[in-house]
Antibody, heavy 120, light 107 residues
Framework: EVQLLESGGGLVQPGGSLRLSCAAS????????MGWVRQAPGKGLEWVSS????????YYADSVKGRFIVSRDNSKHTQYLQMSSLRAEDTAIYYC?????????????WGQGTPVTVSS | IVLTQSPATLSLSPGERATLSCRAS??????LAWYQQKPGQAPRLLIY???NRATGIPARFSGSGSGTDFTLTISSLEPEDFAVYYC??????????FGQGTKLEIK
């Protein structure tokens, strides 16, 4: 059974940093691209970042480029999102997603999400 | 690429047929998916590549369309189908985008 378990969310002040983790199980981790999608309170879905199965290709939404860094440790079956220079508009639930393929593909599994609140 | 979903809210009764629309600002070929999200839960993949049902999705869910106009149809609504539905494109990979959602509510 595929499981994605996010952690690391919480309350942070504007300008601060936070690192999210996503522990994966139930599939061959390195064979699948992974991603992060967020949802602000009461709003729709917004793609944040993606990383290829080997971790050599990374992509970011314009809204987070230069502030967020996605990475993965295939030996630990874990994906990370290092967030810095956080803003109030980054407040959201952050979902970890698994893609169907190694480079790109539809997200067939999602974690339950971890909340991030940026506020003073 | 902008995805526009309609209607914003759809009020129907169990047993009725639901038709949800997603229109793209440019051609997607068939690179469109549909997700269902219930309150407090993560989205769930229903349909990918416009018309393929994801694993475990009941046959009452179907997707159609290509180019710029797509439809999600639920043939006979079950109580558990009332939720928010999002369309999603990956034609403009890696700049993915989602529609704003259609809320399917019980009439």
């Amino acid at each position: 059974e595929v499981q994605l378990l996010e952690s690391g969310g919480g309350l942070v002040q504007p300008g601060g940093s936070l690192r999210l983790s996503c522990a994966a199980s139930g599939f061959t981790f390195s064979n699948h691209a992974m991603g992060w999608v967020r949802q602000a309170p009461g709003k729709g879905l917004e793609w944040v970042s993606s990383i290829s199965g080997e971790g050599d290709l990374t992509y970011y939404a314009d809204s987070v480029k230069g502030r967020f860094i996605v990475s993965r440790d295939n030996s630990k079956h874990t994906q990370y999102l290092q967030m810095s220079s956080l803003r109030a508009e980054d407040t959201a639930i952050y979902y970890c997603t698994k893609a169907m393929t190694r480079i790109n593909g539809w997200w067939d599994y999602w974690g339950q999400g971890t909340p991030v609140t940026v506020s003073s | 690429i902008v995805l526009t979903q309609s209607p914003a809210t759809l009020s129907l009764s169990p047993g009725e047929r639901a038709t949800l629309s997603c229109r793209a600002s440019q051609s997607l070929d068939n690179y469109l998916a549909w997700y269902q999200q219930k309150p407090g839960q993560a989205p769930r993949l229903l349909i990918y590549d416009a018309s393929n049902r994801a694993t475990g999705i009941p046959a009452r869910f179907s997707g159609s369309g290509s180019g710029t106009d797509f439809t999600l149809t639920i043939s006979s609504l079950e109580p558990e189908d009332f939720a928010v539905y999002y369309c999603h494109q990956r034609t403009n990979w890696p700049q993915y985008s989602f529609g704003q959602g259609t809320k399917l509510e019980i009439k």
